[in-house]
């Protein structure tokens, strides 16, 4: 009997342990957020509940369409989405000349803001991509905004 239940405590240490390290995994990779406005309807909703990959975009560029998060300082509600349009080696363009081509680490995102439409950011800029629409469950997406 005493086996038995020295061998209980080590499963429960070993699932607390397991437990622990899954939450603080989770909680340096991955962000939860929730959608304020329209501004990036239909992919995302005001209201939905996103899931925010914060790790993968350091070893991983952003594809066309994906949305990603930005730290805006002085923006009130903390972080904004925007929508990349092209990537490292994409000519930057405006009113239809090229301006340059884009660096290995630079990203092109919509910006309504901006004078010209859109925002050429560095990776370090950009906290994550949006990985899920988890909310509500009747659109549960991966990866929303881009397409299959």
Known sequence: MNGRRRDLLRALVALLAAFVVTTVAVALLLERGV?????????????????????????????????????VPGERRGRVLKRVRGGPGDPVLASGTQLRALGPDEFV????????????????????????????????????????
């Open 35 to 71: 959608v304020i406005g329209d501004f990036m309807a239909p992919a995302l909703l005001d209201g939905d509940g996103i899931v925010v990959d914060r790790a993968s975009g350091r070893f991983i560029d952003y594809r066309p369409g994906e949305i990603v998060s930005l730290q």
């Open 109 to 148: 995102v919509d910006d309504d803001l901006a004078a010209n439409g859109y925002t050429v950011l560095e990776r370090s800029e950009i906290e994550g991509r949006v990985l899920l629409r988890a909310w509500p469950l009747s659109r549960l997406k991966w990866r929303p905004g881009v397409e299959p």
